[in-house]
């Protein structure tokens, strides 16, 4: 019965029957390979978590609901292409922005690390001057104290000498005085008792020997001239105690004073170039803190632009390298998605010149 109904349908249509058949066939394949177009972007999509990708397979399933005619294939290519050419040109500035940030990245890296060495130098050198200036100001105000010191020693000592010289100086007036009066009395008893058994050496300075006894003399004047001589003797050797006292202490003196002026020479050039040394340490330091004021300024600005810079390179919540990939992936799928569209738009048209062709338009 169905063949013979076909049979029928075939005599009284023409053919129709068998042209509308293929037409069929025709749709439904378009229809499938639309659908599956359609599944791999929207496969896409959920893989990559591409909310652009759900959105185009959301578009494209729209068109192929309400576009209808036959421009359907054609706009779906457009779209995938369009897409396509959007992910590459993403693409192409996410490489322009790495290459940016790598080349901005190692420039200011290199340029931190400068200014940071830098500044630890020049703070180095400030720490180091500014200890060496300390130590130098303490050994001037250790010099200056045994200078202060030297010089009250040596005052004093002025002062002693000078007291002793004074004591010096009235004791032997005094002894020259009585040995000059004793001398003169001597020579007048001499004189009056013209006793040769008593003249001794000429010498008064020299200590007489003990008088002689005689009888010439006799009684008083005799003892008296001994007493005399024994008092010339005295008077003579205490004058050369005095001299010989007064000798070893002005030896002694400058010897003490020629050291104090060596040392007081030697303190004060020590304190003269110490001093010109802190000074030239203290002009340097605050030449270094400029330069240090300087590159702290220059590093703040450095580590501020590297701070934003990594913000724009760095701190995102994917990697380049999984961006890359994963836009490469999205890219390979829509081509892929795009070739099997080409394919079936290049089907369709032969199969329906093929059927133009067998209806003999």
Do not use: W
Not at 247 to 256: P, R
Not at 321 to 332: F, L, M, S
């Amino acid at each position: 019965m169905i063949a013979k109904a076909k049979k029928i349908l075939e005599e009284t249509s023409g053919g129709a029957v068998d042209q509308s058949y293929s037409f069929l066939q025709l749709n439904t394949r378009a229809d499938l390979k639309r659908q599956e177009v359609v599944t791999v972007v929207s496969n896409l999509a959920k893989t990559h978590h591409s909310a652009a990708l759900a959105q185009l397979a959301s578009r494209m399933s729209a068109v192929i609901k309400y576009g209808g005619g036959d421009d359907v294939f054609a706009k779906i290519k457009g779209m995938v292409g369009d897409m396509i050419a959007k992910l590459e040109k993403e693409a192409e500035e996410d490489a322009t922005e790495k290459a940016y940030c790598d080349e901005e990245m190692a420039k200011t890296e290199a340029k931190k690390a400068d200014l940071e060495g830098d500044l630890s130098k020049v703070t180095a050198k400030i720490d180091q001057a500014a200890a060496t200036s300390a130590k130098r100001k303490g050994q001037v105000k250790e010099l200056q104290a045994q200078l202060a010191t030297l010089a009250k020693e040596q005052a004093e000592m002025d002062s002693i000498r000078s007291e002793q010289h004074g004591a010096y100086t009235k004791a032997k007036a005094d002894l020259e005085l009585g040995l000059s009066g004793v001398g003169k009395a001597l020579d007048v008893l001499r004189d009056y008792y013209g006793s040769a058994a008593l003249i001794q050496s000429d010498n008064f300075m020299q200590q007489p020997a003990k008088p002689e006894k005689h009888a010439a003399s006799g009684g008083a004047g005799g003892s008296i001239i001994s007493i005399l001589e024994v008092c010339e003797s005295d008077f003579s050797d205490n004058l050369a105690k005095e001299e010989m006292a007064e000798s070893d202490s002005a030896s002694e003196y400058e010897k003490i004073t020629q050291a104090n002026k060596v040392a007081k020479t030697t303190k004060d050039q020590d304190v003269k170039y110490k001093t010109q040394e802190f000074k030239s340490l203290d002009k340097e330091i605050s030449e270094l803190t400029g330069d240090k004021d300087t590159l702290s300024t220059e590093l703040g600005a450095v580590t501020e632009y590297y701070s934003k810079l990594r913000e724009r390179c760095v701190a995102k919540p994917e990697s380049y390298e999984d961006r890359k990939a994963r836009r490469e992936a999205e890219i390979t799928g829509l081509k892929e998605a795009l070739q099997v569209l080409e394919e079936e738009t290049a089907f369709v048209q032969r199969k329906r010149k093929g059927l133009r062709g067998h209806i003999g338009f």
